[in-house]
């Protein structure tokens, strides 16, 4: 287990965090990494800018701001925001690929910023209000929430507009790169029903700079490429999706969020009230539409079949992060964490998928290897209900392996091993916040 780090430790991981951002930012943004993600990812962003406001406001701002820049007419906030200056084959799928200016006119896509046509979890409220409440005296004089609040609301109008596509007042995802954990064994069974698009119709990527052993497998990519390709031909109108799925991690940030934006609200001179209500209403159908009491842990929703999916992911944890829990369902989500299939406090830091599951893989990205942006916000949820020994010591579990494993984008969930690309941008940001 990590011992917290010394004044001098925790000094020196600033410093590397830091470089770590500096050399990742691109003068309006920051790529999540400059080999792996060389564009700016939407929810990457939002994680990004907690960091970066202990460097520089101004600058945690900009990376806010730039991808509120690129919202859709719809309110939608693209999942990765392209920049022009990279060449096309640095990344799968590209702008050809997504073709938003063209195919998602009809949705309100930007005319001269190439964006991809789906979602991330909205960080971004969450994001914009502890990037104010760095600074807020800066933050007032340059209108930097009066500017953000309404994209924030639109953004939200979106996920709980046209994507509650259950009926039920939750926010639904319709491709697995949405709810952000790509390949999570959750979405094995609502995939398996999609005719995966042919391998030679397109060349991935990730491979160039992944072991193949970390990414999903080219079978997940050849049904992410059809799912996307299907949505861009139908303009990215939300009806006739064969995958749609309520998350509850991507759920429970629209929450936090919401309650964010009700402050930003207020800040701004708007009426908070629609949001704390937006906020209630969406904590009551979490609980009714994915609570599992008997599981302690929250589902995944197929709403194609309807059913609750069978397993147990870190997806179900982060509801955590949600203040209006009842007491109960907070007890079971301690309960879990520190139980046989996540070991809290046993292991480096949270393992993205039920180490007893059957799909458990401790080195494949999102079945089993431990995420930082994931501990960050189980830290966050341990505090706000006051858990405090078990935050601290997943406070100093995330600094030790952030810095030992050279920022990686995951880590075994055993040994804390370093996976993925390195210097990457989230886990420097969110260790980077965590030391401050
Ligand atoms: C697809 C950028 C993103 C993260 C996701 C993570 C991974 C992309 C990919 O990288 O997804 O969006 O190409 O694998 O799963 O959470 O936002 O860091």
Not at 34 to 45: I, K, M
Not at 55 to 80: K, M
Not at 123 to 135: G, K, Y
Not at 234 to 258: C, K, Q
Request: net charge negative.
């Amino acid at each position: 287990l990590a011992l917290p780090l010394t004044p001098a430790e925790t000094d020196r991981l600033r410093r590397h965090a830091a470089a770590v951002l500096l050399g990742n930012w691109t003068g309006a943004a920051t790529v999540p990494s400059r080999t792996l993600y060389p564009h700016q990812w939407s929810w990457d962003s939002a994680f990004i800018a907690i960091g970066l406001r202990h460097l520089s406001v101004r600058r945690a701002q900009r990376e806010l701001e730039t991808l509120l820049g690129a919202q859709w007419g719809d309110g939608r906030l693209p999942h990765i925001v392209f920049n022009p200056a990279v060449p096309r084959d640095a990344y799968f799928p590209s702008t050809d690929f997504w073709r938003s200016s063209t195919a998602g006119a009809a949705a309100g896509a930007p005319a001269r910023t190439e964006t991809s046509g789906i979602v991330q979890p909205p960080v971004h409220a969450l994001a914009a209000w502890l990037v104010h409440q760095a600074d807020p005296a800066a933050s007032e004089r340059r209108g930097f929430l009066r500017r953000a609040y309404p994209r924030l609301a639109a953004w939200h109008d979106y996920l709980t507009g046209s994507r509650d596509l259950g009926g039920a007042g939750l926010t639904a995802n319709v491709h697995p790169w949405e709810p952000g954990m790509d390949n999570s064994p959750c979405w094995d069974g609502p995939l398996a029903r999609v005719e995966p698009a042919p391998p030679d119709s397109f060349r991935r990527a990730d491979l160039v700079h992944g072991d193949p052993a970390d990414r999903p497998t080219d079978l997940d990519y050849g049904r992410y490429v059809k799912l996307a390709a299907d949505y861009r031909d139908r303009g990215y109108a939300d009806t006739g999706h064969a995958f749609a799925v309520e998350d509850p991690a991507a759920n429970a940030l629209l929450i936090a969020s919401e309650y964010a934006l009700a402050e930003i609200a207020a800040a701004a001179g708007a009426d908070p009230a629609p949001h704390w209500h937006r906020a209630d209403r969406l904590t009551s159908a979490l609980v009714d539409r994915l609570w599992d009491a008997e599981g302690g842990i929250f589902r995944c929703r197929d709403l194609i079949s309807g059913e609750l999916i069978d397993e147990r992911s870190v997806s179900g944890l982060l509801p955590l992060i949600v203040p209006g829990l009842p007491g109960r369902v907070v007890e079971g989500l301690l309960a879990t964490l520190s139980g046989d299939h996540f070991r809290l406090g046993e292991l480096p830091l949270v393992a993205s998928y039920d180490l007893k599951g059957r799909s458990f893989d401790p080195a494949r990205y999102w079945r089993g290897p431990a995420w930082f942006n994931t501990a960050w916000l189980i830290e966050r949820g341990l505090r706000l209900h006051g858990a405090e020994d078990r935050a601290d010591a997943l406070r100093a579990a995330v600094l030790a392996w952030a810095g030992r494993s050279g920022f990686a984008e995951y880590v075994d969930p055993f040994t804390g091993k370093a996976r993925g690309t390195r210097d990457f941008s989230w886990t420097a940001a969110l260790a980077l916040d965590l030391a401050a």
